[in-house]
């Protein structure tokens, strides 16, 4: 250390814990409480005040050891003069000798990497892929925080930055030392784009096995609770539910990669994160300690996480193509700081290309020439970011018309011909005029139908809402950002971090030297403002989730991490949670204020047989369990368990579907128009459809009567989607109002996919409370099937199909009579061209039998 680097005077006495305590080992670290407490605090920080570093150091030590259930209280003396700082320490050659897992190696080069016994051939196709070049950040990775020393680390660092690449070298070295990895994305598409990215090459290339897990029936989830693979990637859900309900699994796992680790702080995915995390540090008492790599977008308030956790942070403010970030108004000049750091101003348009193009000035009145003048230079793209479907949907419509670029012939070619939405004509409209929108509201075919396009260059102008920013491949030039508020009555302002995510986006590696984004200001003040907040602002900080009204979800969900606790020790639980970790070091008589409620709410359980009690401690029941595991809240699985006794008879899988509706967490948006009468026939539908009864109970917990009418409508959305009718038809159907309350395909997909993913953890906690009420298991399955194929019973033959098919080619197959796998095989290749997608009669034709 150089001691120049000290400033100040004073002494510091500081011992591990009170004379009448134990002074105890940390389980997951070679040495003590205290020791690891004190290394953190010295070589986290570029400069370490003393007098904050004790209160951290001892609050650390006392909820870490809470967390194990003991007490360890480290007391401190200490003499200071006007202050005492030291400098940050840096592990060198001497911390290697004593903890050779540090390792020595380090690389400046994508060749480098043979050194730590990676293959030449991996080698070889990552030095094409990447032209031989590490970035900094991925250096600093191997070099300084030693991740393919198999160290755990959590890397904060913006959109676009290469985060990605550490995840994947620490998985081929895991892999290599014969470790299995694992890779955790928020959202479905993520997974199945990312499986497409990593079969394709480390697969199909490579040679290692690749599968996915997502909820869907074509998963590997056979191979992966088996341990039957190299590289699985998985939702947040599937791998918690998957780890709780097969416990040997966390045994054959040597990496997880949890990839948008910000997402701990997101409102409904928050716990799901937050829970995967806990159960690997809890595990670690027991000995099972995988390597954990952590990936976020530049979030602030990371080192109580980091602490909770014990890992090293690896913090970068770098982007491989840098980035110019800013706010244009209404005279064209453009306010940002560039890459540098430098605020400056620049005229990027003319005041007189700004006109007025509709009743009032609006966003589209810059977007116009903004986006032509992006469009000047060779291989630029520019993506558009619209706060609604339909402002995306129109974006698109107006530049299409007002641009003069090529069509683009080649993703019209591609797109899906049958089973289309109301807005399918629009998207094959704008790609005339070569540009396209990307919201929900187009299915998954023609979503990567655009994405490929605009990587290939065949469209350069996207319009798109926000899920293109969350992490899908499909970088930009540029990027404009119409506004800065979310869509909704309550308009709240969006945070800095989602609008630095779509910022992101902006800067395409090899092609421009920096990227821009843009965000639309109406006035200069605005523009000035704008910079402020989202460009120089604080990072989001990173949170919990976590409050006290919510304690008996989390209390559930981790007792089922668990075998069986004292109950006076349910409290402590909560501990090892981050929430819990950060509340203790706020206050340190967290646990006692929350005890008293914890003891009532164990008694509650135990009245609902949710858990039992012996000489040892209390434990789950099976219904417990369930209940432990679900993505709903147990005041939610109460209730449904609540509308069970009350109707008192069996339910078909089609009443247990319209039940789910009842529960808060499937109280999703669906278009409703609240003024009037054409709403209110949806009860009488559903009651036709479901039984009365079953409608009855969808006035349990509802706010108000729209609620009711909104749960009866999902309800027969679901059911028209499960029964095969095609999505215009649906969207037809269901809209009262097609200026301000057409439902789209958008709608459509959004009710589908929260009812399965809903309705199959209420089934499973029915079945166990109430097996004589349940539906029986095969009939549930065949409708979770057809919810998430959105086909007809008869046509679920075809799901074994030897190609697999989208819902478009079930149904043109069901309307041509072919209804099982043998008829589909001993079809005329002419009847398959007429059917089905070319691709996938190609595909069909060397299975066929005649």
Known sequence: MDISGISGEGRLLITACRPDEVAYEDPSRRHGFLTGAIIDALTDEQTVGVLSMIDRVIARVRTDAASIGITQNPVATTYIDGGFTLPRLVKGAEYAKAFPEYGAICVATVSDLEQFGIPNEIVAAWRDRFNDHLHQMQIDAVNERRVLDARSLFVIAPTSSGKTFIGEMAAVKAILDRRRAVFLLPFKALVNEKYDDFKSFYGDRLGMRVIRCTGDHHDDIAQFVTGKFDIAILTYEMFLSTALTNEPLLNVIGLVVLDEAQFISDSSRGINVELILTLLRAKRAAGINPQLLLLSAVVGNVQQFADWLSLDTLVSETRPVPLAFGAIDRNGTYEFVDANGNRKTEQVLDAREIVQRRQKPSAQDVIVPLTRKLLQGDNTSVIIFRNT??????????????????????????????????????????????????????NREERLTVERAFRRGSIRAIAATSGIAAGINTPASAVIIGETIWAGPAKEAMSPGDVRNMAGRAGRYGYQETGRAYIIA?????????????????????????????????????????????????????????????????????????????????????????????????????????????????????????????????????????????????????????????????????????????????????????????????????????????????????????????????????????????????????????????????????????????????????????????????????????????????????????????????????????
């Open 389 to 442: 479907r339909g402002g995306a949907k129109g974006c698109a419509g107006y530049l299409a018309t007002e641009l003069g670029l090529p069509a683009a012939h080649e993703p019209i070619a591609a797109l899906p011909r049958a089973d289309l939405s109301s807005v399918s004509p629009e998207l094959r409209t704008t790609l005339t005029g070569g540009t396209a929108f990307h919201t929900s509201d187009l």
């Open 522 to 850: 109406d006035t200069p003040w605005r523009r000035t403002a704008l910079v402020d907040q989202y460009v120089l602002g604080v990072p989001p900080a990173l949170h919990s989730t976590f409050e006290s009204s919510h304690v008996a979800t989390w209390i559930i969900r981790l007792l089922r991490q668990i075998h069986r606790i004292p109950r006076a020790e349910v409290p402590s639980l909560l501990l090892n949670s981050f929430g819990g970790y950060v509340a203790s070091l706020r206050d340190p008589q967290f646990l006692e204020n929350i005890r008293s409620s914890i003891t009532s709410l164990l008694a509650r359980m135990q009245q609902e047989g949710l858990i039992d009690e012996d000489a040892t401690g209390v434990a789950l029941t099976a219904l417990g369990k369930a209940c432990g595991q679900a993505n709903i809240s147990l005041e939610s699985c109460i209730s449904i368990l609540s509308s069970v006794r009350t109707l008192n008879r069996t339910l078909t899988p089609e009443q247990l579907m319209a039940l789910t509706q009842t529960v808060p967490e499937s109280d999703t948006y669906i278009p409703l128009q609240k003024k009037g009468a054409s709403e209110s026939k949806w009860p009488y539908e559903a009651a036709r459809r479901f039984g009365n009864d079953i409608v009855t109970r969808f006035q349990q917990g509802a706010p108000d009567s729209a609620s009711m009418l909104g749960r009866a409508k999902r309800a027969l959305i679901v059911l028209s989607y499960a029964n095969g009718v095609p999505i215009e038809r649906i969207e037809a159907d269901f809209t009262t109002n097609r200026v301000f309350f057409a439902v789209t395909a958008g709608d459509i997909a959004s009710t589908v996919d929260n009812t399965r993913f809903r309705l199959h953890t209420i089934y499973e906690i029915v079945s166990v409370a109430y097996p004589a009420f349940a539906p029986e298991p095969d009939d549930m399955q065949r409708l979770l099937l057809r919810i998430e194929l959105g086909i007809p019973a008869d046509t679920l033959d075809l799901i074994h199909s030897p190609v697999p098919l989208n819902r478009a080619a079930y149904l043109s197959l069901r309307s041509a009579g072919v209804l099982t796998v043998d008829a589909l095989l001993r079809s005329s290749p002419a009847m398959l061209a007429t059917y089905l997608p070319n691709e996938t009669a190609q595909l069909l034709l060397p299975f066929l039998t005649t």
